[in-house]
């Protein structure tokens, strides 16, 4: 029984060693070689035909960026939307103490850091402008009133993917359940 257990074993490691010889040798440069995890996907945004309607006050929904800054943050929660390319599109309301409003439309991907201004209020107050739409940039930490990095971290984003539907994400900045409060 032994022998045929050895004969057995043998034969199995001759057929991996002859289908071993039979592939030529290549020139391919194996330092050219790229994991998984790190290939760049063909990632295509949905088109941001319509911006949602301008935001009410009773629509503000207030999130703590820094104890820093006097600057007051709000997110419309009418607005705030998951995309299935992965972009969480929301309308951001920054108010000084004075009074004083910025108010635009933005977009943060979870996969890679970034956000993007689609339109800001107009001059009038009274509609948007997409003049000032601009393309991905990478969101900065350091920034006093880096609202953007506030919200990646704090609610939006969790192992590069969204932390779940915009109701969830409404209701974690409403509950004021960030990402590190959800550790303990």
């Not at 207030?62 to 929301?90: A, E, M, W």
């Not at 991905?136 to 192992?159: K, M, P, V, W």
Request: hydrophobic fraction near 40%.
């Amino acid at each position: 029984m032994k022998a045929i257990a050895l004969f057995a074993a043998s034969a199995a490691a001759l057929v991996v060693l002859a289908g071993c010889g039979s592939s030529k040798p290549s020139n391919k440069d194996d330092s050219a070689f790229v994991y998984l995890m790190d290939r760049k996907p063909n990632w295509t945004e949905n088109k941001v035909e319509t911006i949602p309607p301008l935001p009410q006050d009773a629509n503000l929904v207030p999130f703590t960026v820094s104890q820093n800054t006097p600057l007051s943050f709000f997110i419309d929660k009418k607005s705030l939307s998951v995309g299935d390319d992965g972009v969480i599109r929301y309308t951001v309301v920054v108010q000084s103490p004075a009074g004083a409003r910025n108010v635009n439309y933005e977009g943060i991907r979870c996969d890679n850091f970034n956000w993007r201004l689609y339109a800001s209020i107009n001059e009038d107050q009274t509609g948007w402008d997409r003049v000032v739409e601009r393309d991905f940039a990478r969101i900065e930490t350091g920034e006093l009133n880096s609202y953007h990095s506030a919200l990646y971290q704090d609610y939006f984003c969790a192992n590069k993917l969204p932390t779940g539907t915009a109701q969830q994400i409404l209701s974690n900045i409403q509950m004021k359940r960030t990402a590190v409060s959800n550790y303990h």
